[in-house]
């Protein structure tokens, strides 16, 4: 099956269907170019944008950061951060004629007679290179610096360049609903909603793209996809690692705003919304707002029987012992989420009594994303009627494996060929990254590239944020109120606290194993 290709026809903007649209020329300006994110994510994705010629000759970067950096050491900042993603990429000629084009501004955007000397950076940058005055105003940096930055933008005039002139917002976009409409208010008064792109990095992942062209292009599961034969939907997003480097930020946000909030809801959103009237970007997510408005609604004393909570301790994880977040964090009291699991319910006609089943949590056995539809059990099985025996029927299962290899599997049974009174469930491969060119590039450069052609469908609409926050809010208080009571502790390295089990089975099927290789593809 050539996903590849069905996926850039039909929905516009997932994927590589950008490759037919004309890229314009573009000015980067990054804020927090010397962080962690510019070093590890976008540099190495505008580097593959330059290599694979779409964005070759057509692009500069003014680096925006407090540190006393000059063009030069700016440079080799980013050719180090390139080389160490991808080994020997920027060397001799190819390395000048990227490198080349990246100017600094060491700047505190705190300090207006600073950031005043940008525009002047900006002219003389877009001058050199005959850039027509599109601009993307990158802000790799924490939230708290957005609402200065917008402002200086505004009151310097760079926002009246001949071109486009958009803003990339990084999350966490906000740390409740009334923090986030501050920053939203903020943005507003710069910028258009239509020129704000707030990324979801996981919007950029082929297999997330791939969901609504799965389901809207497809005889076979779109008549299917509803509660009528859809019993169960599991989205699985865990990691190995612990939270590295970004400790404080991790401590104040959890597992909850950290992944829920963001990735998980819009995967959610991609599985749940109704087909859009047109694959254009506003009716996209137009459907996906819809679907993020219709989630249940917990009560603060109803969370305990739909989310569980936890932490880890030291452990093992891929034969290496690690200490337990407490110590990773220096926090002994620490009741921060390095885990969820929770149970959504959408009430909506497509969905309603259909369970939600999600997990996400740091430290676990496996790093895994997956997307699992269970479907319904027939109620009378080839069993009874043709005398075969052996366990329960298992029901069919669609899985959509995002990470880390790329691939859609279909589950059914069939008759054992050894023994033919005996059924055996069976996995057909409908598509594997590596069959079928699926070595896609990095999230971060679909993303990048989607902000220089003016597509919004894969970014967060403010609608969206603002579905999410009201669904997260309650449950974030609750988390607040009840400290340490009901924080469920899993040894790094394990398939996460057994209580997520329980609220699973409490609503439907139990979670699949992260531990064993076969799972989720083969029961
Ligand atoms: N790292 C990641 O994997 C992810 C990060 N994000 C988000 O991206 C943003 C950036 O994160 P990350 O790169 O990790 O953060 P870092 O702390 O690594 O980097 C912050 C950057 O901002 C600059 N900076 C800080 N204060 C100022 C200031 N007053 N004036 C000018 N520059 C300043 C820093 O440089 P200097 O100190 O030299 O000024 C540095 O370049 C955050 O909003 C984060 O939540 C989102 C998803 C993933
Ligand atoms: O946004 C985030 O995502 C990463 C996980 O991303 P992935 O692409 O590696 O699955 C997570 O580690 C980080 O805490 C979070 O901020």
């Known amino acids: 099956m050539i996903v590849g290709e069905l996926h850039g026809d039909v929905c516009k903007g997932a994927g590589d269907v950008h490759r037919q649209v004309d890229v314009p020329d573009v000015l980067f300006i990054f804020f927090g170019a010397t962080g962690d994110l510019a070093r590890r994510k976008l540099y190495p994705a505008l580097y593959e944008l330059w290599r694979s010629g779409e964005l070759r000759g057509r692009m500069a970067v003014v680096g925006v950061s407090r540190r006393p950096f000059d063009d030069e050491a700016y440079r080799e900042f980013v050719r180090k951060a390139v080389n160490e993603y991808r080994p020997f990429a920027l060397y001799g000629e190819a390395a000048s004629s990227f490198l080349e084009r990246f100017f600094f501004l060491s700047a505190d955007v705190g300090k207006p007679e600073e950031t005043a000397k940008l525009a002047a950076r900006i002219a003389e940058v877009e001058e050199r290179f005959s850039l027509s005055g599109n601009r993307v105003f990158y802000l790799s940096i924490a939230p708290q610096h957005f609402a200065p930055i917008a402002q200086s933008l505004r009151t310097s005039g760079l926002l009246e360049s001949r071109g486009f002139r958009r803003v990339v917002i990084e999350k966490p976009f906000g740390w409740d609903l009334r923090s986030a409409r501050e ?17 979801d990095h996981y919007l950029g992942k082929a297999m997330v793209q791939n969901i609504a062209v799965l389901r809207f292009a497809n005889l076979l599961f779109e008549p299917l996809w509803n509660r009528h034969y859809i019993a169960q939907v599991e989205i699985t997003a865990t990691e190995t690692v612990g939270v590295g480097d970004r400790k404080g930020y991790y401590e104040a946000a959890g597992a909850l705003r950290d992944m829920v909030q963001n990735h998980i809801l819009q995967m959610v959103a991609m599985v749940a919304m109704e087909p859009p009237g047109r694959f254009e970007p506003e009716a996209i997510r137009d459907e996906k707002v819809k679907a993020l408005r219709s ?31 407490r110590e990773e964090i220096g926090n002994p009291s620490s009741t921060t989420e390095t885990y969820v699991a929770a149970v959504l319910f959408l009430e909506n006609f497509r969905w309603w009594g259909v369970p939600f089943l999600v997990r996400t949590g740091k430290r676990l056995a496996r790093k895994r994303t997956d997307i699992v539809i269970h479907f319904h059990t027939l109620p009378l099985t080839v069993k009874a009627l043709s005398g075969i025996e052996g366990e329960e029927l298992a029901p069919n299962r669609l899985i959509l494996r995002v990470q880390p290899d790329e691939g859609i599997f279909l ?24 069959a079928i060119g699926f070595n896609t590039p990095e999230a971060y450069e679909r993303l990048l590239y989607d902000v220089v052609v003016g597509d919004p469908t894969n970014f967060t609409r403010w609608d969206e944020v603002e579905a999410a926050w009201r669904w997260v809010d309650p449950i974030a208080e609750f988390f607040a109120a009840a400290g340490e009571e009901g924080l469920a502790f899993y040894p790094a390295g394990s398939e996460g606290p057994e209580e997520a089990q329980r609220i699973a089975r409490r609503h439907g099927l139990p979670f699949t194993s992260l531990v064993d290789e076969r799972a989720p593809v083969l029961p």
Do not use: H
């Open 183 to 199: 920053l939203n208010a903020a943005l507003l008064g710069a910028f258009d909603e239509r020129d704000i792109y707030r990324i």
């Open 295 to 325: 989630l249940r609604i917990y009560r603060p004393e109803e969370v305990p029987l739909f989310v569980v909570r936890g932490q880890y301790r030291s452990g093992v994880t891929l034969g290496e012992a690690v200490p337990g977040y």
């Open 411 to 434: 589950t059914f049974n069939v008759r054992a060929s050894r023994s033919p009174f005996q059924l055996v469930p069976t996995a057909m491969e409908l598509s594997r990254g590596e």
